[in-house]
Each structure stands twice: as structure tokens, then as C-alpha cells.
């Protein structure tokens, strides 16, 4: 019984091989036109070592573009950061700030842009920013604050709006010196 079930098997295969066969045998043969001319493209192939200063500008130009790119997207970190919201609040309801500038305080510029370091892991914040109000000066906000771990408030060291010759300290008149 067993070598009969084992014969069928054979054979359905053995058949549905031939018939892929018989499928693949019925294309039709390549015609060429001319049977003398070969099958080839007779030219010069490219100069790799052609236009070498215009592809090096490119990737330069690449380069700067996404250099440039980094950078703005780093600052948009920093702006956009915990601690830099937070002492645009407070510069918002400080009285001194309020009187020397204006209302609506915001960042300065098309571009608003944070200079120094606001690395919030390490505990380290040495930032410089431009802001503006509604009296057309333009301020320069300094903080300086650091920490011990990553469990402490951040201690400040210098928080200071400087508008033209005068410069105030905000620390002094806050009263608090954690963020």
C-alpha cells in the first residue's frame, strides 16, 4: 500500500514539473535585426574624475546645510527647554523687568537664539539671551545655575537683565535662588 501512495506522489510531481517545463520552453527566441552587429553599446563611458570641483562643492554645500541645520535645531531645544520657559515667566512678572522694558516680553529677533550651555542632565545651565519688549529695548537675560545631582533643584549663581548701560539683578530682587 505504502509504495503505491509513495508511486502517485512521484508522479504528480514528475508531471507538474514537466508542464512548468513545457511553459518555460514556449517563449519566444530573442531576434536580433542585424545578426552581424554585436549586442553592445559602443561609446565612451563616463569620466569619473569630470566636474570633480563641482561635486566637492556640493558636498560642502550639503556639509554646511546640515551643519547649519543641526545648529538651529539644537537652539530650538534650548529655547524651548523647562528652565529657559521658566525664567521668561519670571522675567514676565518681575516689576523691574516689566518697567524697563515693557510688556510682553518675549525673545528678540526673527530667530530667537540661546547662547552657552543648558545641559539639563549634567546640571550645568550658563545661558545668554536676547529679549524685547514692549518698549522697543532690548535686554540681555544672563543665568548661571548649577547642581549636585540630578535630585537637587538647580542652584543659581547669577540671574541678571542687563538693558543698555544698567544692569539689574534678578536673583537680588526675586528673593529665591533655586529653580
Known amino acids: 500500500m505504502l509504495p503505491r501512495i509513495v508511486r502517485r506522489s512521484i508522479l ?12 518555460l520552453s514556449t517563449e519566444s527566441p530573442l531576434i536580433l535585426k542585424d545578426k552581424n552587429r554585436p549586442l553592445r553599446i559602443e561609446r565612451e563611458l ?33 529655547t524651548q527647554s523647562p528652565i529657559i520657559s521658566s525664567t521668561l ?9 516689566r518697567q524697563l522694558l515693557g510688556d510682553n516680553l518675549d525673545f ?8 552657552g550651555d543648558l545641559n539639563q542632565v549634567a546640571g550645568r545651565v550658563n545661558v545668554t539671551f536676547y529679549i524685547k519688549g514692549s518698549k522697543n529695548l532690548q535686554g540681555m537675560v544672563k543665568l ?17 537683565i542687563t538693558v543698555g548701560d544698567q544692569k539689574i539683578d534678578l536673583l537680588a530682587s526675586s528673593g529665591t535662588n533655586t529653580l
Open 12 to 23: 504528480n510531481v514528475l508531471k507538474s514539473e514537466s508542464r512548468c517545463v513545457r511553459l
Open 46 to 78: 563616463p569620466d569619473p574624475t569630470k566636474d570633480r570641483f563641482k561635486r566637492r562643492a556640493q558636498l560642502l554645500g550639503f556639509g554646511v546645510a546640515i551643519g547649519v541645520s543641526l545648529l538651529c535645531i539644537f537652539n530650538y531645544e534650548k
Open 89 to 97: 515667566y519670571h522675567l514676565r512678572r518681575s516689576p523691574e523687568t
Open 108 to 115: 528678540d529677533g526673527l530667530i530667537p537664539w540661546v547662547y
Open 144 to 160: 548661571i545655575a548649577d547642581r549636585e545631582n540630578g535630585a537637587k533643584e538647580f542652584l543659581i549663581h547669577e540671574w541678571s
